[in-house]
């Protein structure tokens, strides 16, 4: 586009002030939007005519979102881990993959494309951001899991308890044994 300026409109030409450059580069430039585009074929003004109404000025426009994006484990204790400091996570989570979706000052934790909670980053490191309502009905499924676990156990452990039978013999038969002290 530069050249096509240069050797198309400030070539050969000289100018007294920056108002009267303007002056005619807009002359300039309404002359050849005018006529038909070599590629298009259609001049430029009115292919903008046209395409006004799907353009957006950028005041309109929302800003550009950075979003940080990696993956995480999270612990059997129901903490993810992030820049030095633990998060926790509902715990029906813990253990499984989890993608974290990092905005601003804010942290969400996505496990299996399902939004498992989030919270706000802290400034330092060396932290624990623990929420009670991650932990709440865990006490109630350990406990319902061991139980079940020690009724298995219990059971397994009653058919294995056979007496076994074992000879019952007089102490002297020892000391015959041993050569009859």
């Known amino acids: ?50 395409e006004r109404p799907k353009l957006m000025l950028l005041s309109e426009k929302p800003p550009y979102q950075i979003v940080q994006k990696m993956h995480r484990k999270i612990s059997r204790d129901c903490f993810v881990s992030f820049l030095g400091n633990k998060y926790s996570v509902p715990w029906r989570f813990a253990g499984r993959d989890a993608r974290l979706l990092i905005q601003d000052d804010k942290m969400k934790v996505e496990v299996g494309g399902e939004l498992a909670c989030e919270h706000e980053l802290r400034a330092s490191s060396g932290g624990v951001v623990r929420v009670k309502e991650h932990f709440a009905g865990l006490y109630k499924e350990v406990r319902a899991r061991n139980l079940l676990v020690h009724e298995k156990v219990m059971s397994m452990q009653s058919r294995l308890e056979v007496t076994p039978i074992v000879e019952q013999r007089p102490l002297n038969v020892f000391d015959e044994f041993l050569g009859g002290f």
Do not use: C, Y
């Not at 007294?16 to 038909?36: G, H, M, Y």
């Open 1 to 50: 586009m530069i050249k096509f300026v240069e050797g198309n409109f400030l070539e050969g030409r000289h100018f007294e002030s920056f108002q009267q450059l303007n002056t005619e580069a807009i002359s300039w430039v309404r002359k050849v939007d005018s006529k038909p585009h070599r590629t298009t074929r259609v001049p430029p003004l009115q292919r903008l005519e046209e």
